[in-house]
């Protein structure tokens, strides 16, 4: 307990002393950075709500943005309606909930803290340069993870056994290193709960270290980006998760289509390095050969897996035939508590108490109508940035589709695993969210005060 209390001391000193020897919106990236790579197992248990590490960043940030609030730059705040049509739609939905404590829970995690995180952002940042940290600071942190991840895979240790055991997520196994699937072996998952949610950390910052080694001049920031780029794609592969690896690959293709050409030459040199491994090491091709049969063979591990998505579907689907439910759900949570039956072939039908698939879990959890308004919640930003990308400037909007890629990237995560409400990555997702929205702000203040707002560096890119 010793260690959690102090990175809990180190986190309160670090924010505070940014905050008032610089400025809240210096304190930003130490957030950012904090709220990414430390995990969940680093928590105080209280009984109630259980004091998690980010958790406690988020209470001083939000005592820091009160106490010494000025005058926003951002004077809009957009996404207004739809986060409070969704939050009055979630406490109707907890109202009925059949786990009534667990949805309030959730409520205040999934309400309070995303959201409060979104807004202290939007109305803290003042120029696009504090965006650039914030993204850097979220990349320097995945890369860190991915260091972990590499200890995991050849050292057979893992920085979540440094905590107690009884926080620790182990999946019934009781060893911090994850072998729920045998017929993948270790599988990196680092310092989040799941190997798909680390997999699908590193596919959401992917973009933006792509970005920002197109913008920042120092060049032991650029050598520093690289190496995490090669670590992040190294880590991504060792998650051995499909729904990453997919991820990957849809938000990569938006790059290519819509990223400046600088951006396009560094997919095309990881598109020639990634060709070269596979001729290099046939086993690299060999894996991911056997990975894709064991997917459509049934009697695998991985094939069970694949097969568990449609009969999840099919089950959460006859579920809500009660209209009451088909409206408002079961309640934040409920799934967890409770479970649902899954009728899997060659597998007795039981109870299953995980969900791998946040769009299906939000379905079950909140109804059809608090898919569709959490999906237009979550569609909006992307679509804000898109917008913009068609209106700025070259030198300017190419930010705007790295973040639509991010997005892109969480979206299909979140048709395999439960990305939303668990572990770090709807945290990360709600950053990601409050820089996009920001950017887009800031650019439309600067232009009509005609103020340059680039990037650092953003003049060797126009210029190239």
Known sequence: MWLICAIDVLVVFTLVRLATKHGLERALPAFVFFLTLIPGECRIVT?????????LALIV???????????????????????????SWLLLSTLVSIVVLT?????????????????????????????????????AA????????LLEIYAGWSVLSIFPAELQQTFGSGNTLYTELMDRGIRARSTFPHPILFGAAISMVLPLAM??????????????LYVCVVVMFWNLYKTSSRGPWLATIASLAVLLLGANRK???????????????????????DTIWNTYLATLNPNTGMGMSFAYRPALYRAVT???????????????????????IIVLPNIAPHRWFTCDSAWLLLTYETGYVGLLFIGALLMKPAVIALRAYRTLPKPERY??????????????????????????????????????????????????????????????????
Not at 64 to 78: A, G
Not at 211 to 224: A, D
Not at 320 to 339: I, N, Q, S, T, V
Request: net charge positive; charged share 15%; hydrophobic share 55%.
């Open 61 to 87: 940030l939000a005592a820091l943005f009160f106490t010494k609030r000025k005058k926003s730059v951002i004077q809009t705040f957009p996404l207004k309606n739809l986060l409070f049509v969704h939050a």
């Open 399 to 464: 930010f705007c589709i790295n973040c639509v890629s991010c997005l892109v990237s969480f979206f299909v995560v979140m048709i395999s695993v439960a990305a939303y409400g668990w572990g770090q990555n709807g945290q990360m997702l709600w950053v990601v969210i409050a820089m996009t929205v920001s950017y887009v702000a800031l650019s439309k203040r600067g232009r009509e005060r005609q103020v340059p707002v680039a990037l650092p560096a953003m003049e060797e890119m126009a210029a190239f």
């Open 318 to 340: 006859k579920a809500l035939e009660d209209p009451l439910r088909a409206l408002l759900g079961f309640g934040l949570g409920a799934f967890r508590d409770e479970g649902l």
């Open 211 to 224: 970005y920002l080694l197109t913008t920042v001049s120092s060049r032991f920031q650029k050598v520093f």
């Open 263 to 285: 951006v396009r030459k560094q997919l095309l040199v990881v598109g020639v390095l990634a060709s070269l491994v596979l001729l290099v090491r046939p086993g690299v091709t």
């Open 47 to 55: 009984g109630v709500f259980d004091l998690y590490t980010s958790r």
């Open 103 to 139: 949805s309030a829970k959730q409520f205040l995690a999934q309400v309070l803290e995303y959201y409060l995180i979104y807004y202290i952002i939007l109305k803290t940042v003042t120029d696009v340069q504090t965006i650039s940290k914030l993204a850097f600071a979220m990349v």
């Open 142 to 149: 995945v890369g860190v993870a991915c260091c972990f991840g």
